[in-house]
């Protein structure tokens, strides 16, 4: 009996120890398979988290910055009263400030439609003949063809300053036809001239005017712009980061120089355009840019058809000048 006793002890401490065994290895074995299912699952969360965030954070910085910049290049666009300058007059006027990154529009309905830019598209077309050649100011003299014209100044033979000063018709239609529709549509699109519209190369469209020596696409015809978009262009062409060369500009401004200057210290330079349908006057115009010290600003002045009015370009110069000139002093 007592060899049972002994027996049944041993045997219940043997059971016991295989049980504790058991759950010993029971649990390391699970401890073991939460540790290994942590250190497989861990990485890819980290690497998606890091990943995920690697993408998120550049993104939304890059969004700030673009918001930032769109609202610091916006110019700002101010409606001004300069209705005493025009006398009741059917007109628009607009000034460009760089230094303020401002316009300034009187009348901005008539400022944003876009009409035919007549003879201020000479700047244009001297721009891309001096750019490329077609004019050289030491050899531009043409030669008339004889043909008696109503502007006494064109009958004779003109070099590139007389026939700009006289707005000389003839003389530009040559030089467009030299420069030719490729280059011409080039320009415009570079320039963003309006609506770029060269598609009556001939003038056809002009009912004032059936000589094709003295129409084309420029004078009431196919091609248009607004007031605003002539400063925009004029800004495209004179400020510092312009495309086109120093010696270019240079030449262009001398001629586009304005020689009855009421202001010493104020230098403008603009170029005049008016253009008629059955003999009426329906455009003038006066734009180009003007220099004060360290200044620069850009400008334009239209009028269009009224009833009793001085409507000529000689009369929006005169606005032109008034107005620039009371903007700088």
Known sequence: MRKLNILYKIYSCALIFSLLTLAGCSRESNSLTDKQSVEMQAPEEIIQREKSSTEEIPQIAETTTDEVQEEIIEPVIAEVDWSNYFDKINGAAVIYDPTENCYQIYNQELALTRRSPCS???????????????????????????EIFWNEEWNKDIDFSDAFHASCVWYFREVIDEIGKDMIQEELNRLQYGNCDISDWDGRLNTNNNNPVLTGFWIESSLLISPKEQVEVMERIFSDNTAYSEETLNQLKQVMLLSEQNEADILIYGKTGMGKAQGIVVDSWFTGFADAADKRIFFCVYLGETDNKDVSSTKAREIAIKIVSDYLN
Do not use: M
């Open 120 to 146: 201020t598209f000479k700047i244009i077309s001297s721009l891309i003949a001096l750019e490329n050649g077609i004019i050289e100011s030491e050899n531009s003299t043409r030669t008339w063809s004889g």
